[in-house]
């Protein structure tokens, strides 16, 4: 059977940054509105300013991650990256627009590229 994630795999990162994709599959998959701040220009110290200045905007941090929660990550050195947590067959991974691939991935926690790194958690508010 497959799993939800699939039709989200493969969105040009050029058409959702990982914000905007994160926003896209919490209205379409979980029936949340949830708003990033709009980035003013594409660099990554500005997405990361936006993404760790208003976490407690929209999420607060959780020890143990549940289906469906943020996952903030230092990409390259920035706490600049943002996606979800998700659950396939029992497997931990990441459901995130990743520049580097051009595109919407599904990346297995336990094979995240080394260039990212989890800061933490986060429960939507």
């Known amino acids: 059977m497959a ?23 919490l209205r379409v998959q979980f029936g949340r509105e949830v708003h990033f ?7 990554l110290a500005h997405r990361s300013a936006l ?17 469906g929660c943020g996952v903030l990550m230092w990409a390259r050195g920035r706490r600049a990256h943002i996606g ?9 991974c990441i459901l995130h ?14 094979r995240l590229p080394s260039w990212y790194r989890i800061e933490g958690y986060y429960a939507w508010l």
């Open 3 to 25: 799993h939800w994630t699939e039709r989200f795999i493969g969105i040009p990162h050029a058409q959702l940054d990982c914000g905007q994709f994160v926003e896209h599959v």
């Open 37 to 43: 701040p709009a980035r003013e220009h594409d660099d």
């Open 51 to 67: 993404i760790v200045g208003h976490v407690p905007d929209f999420a607060r941090p959780i020890d143990v991650p549940v289906d």
């Open 84 to 92: 979800l947590y998700v659950l396939v067959d029992h497997l931990p």
């Open 97 to 110: 627009s990743d520049q580097p691939g051009g595109a919407s991935i599904l990346s297995s926690l336990a």
